[in-house]
């Protein structure tokens, strides 16, 4: 992986992180500006245990047709590609020790999106509906457009410029960042 914290192991290999590279979790990358871009931190890439979920097999593959043999021997292209997704993460203003503080991170996109999935499931339930469950199949199975696709910005690491944002799903923003009311509509609310 790239971003965070730039980290890079010997020789010159990105070094994707857990839990992000975990199948088994929905994986946030992070924003910034509007119209939004891909903030450097944005963390990104590749698992090098995690096998590509069966929920991936159509999004990776096409973007690593675009990605050609840029960065082959940096990270497993085989391997579970993150992030799923992405939210504002840069300049929040938050409450810490009784004092207004400014933090940026993914640990600020991620609840953000977690936020908009239980207001999801909110209105799930209040229609009588089960609630969303694991999200990644139904976050990969979305219609482009539903999610705000990031196309600009990278997340820098390794003496690289990382991974590009690109139209559709990529290792910077997954496919995107939240549309509260185009995701109502996507579930028939
Ligand atoms: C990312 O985009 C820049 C600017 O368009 C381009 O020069 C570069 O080759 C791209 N890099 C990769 C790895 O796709």
Redesign the pocket.
Known sequence: RTGETGACSTPNRFVPIFPGGCPYVTTVGATYQIPETTVRFSGGGFSDYFPRPWYQHRAVPRYLK???S??ERLFNKNGRAYPDVAAQGYRYFIVYQAKVICVSGTSASTPTFAAIIALLNDALLSKGRRPLGFLNPWIYSLKPGVLNDITTG?NPGCG?????A?RGWDPATGFGTPDLLRLLKALKL
Do not use: D, K
Request: glycine share 16%; proline share 0%.
């Open positions: 675009t990605l050609g840029a960065y990278s690289t410029i990382g991974f590009n690109t």
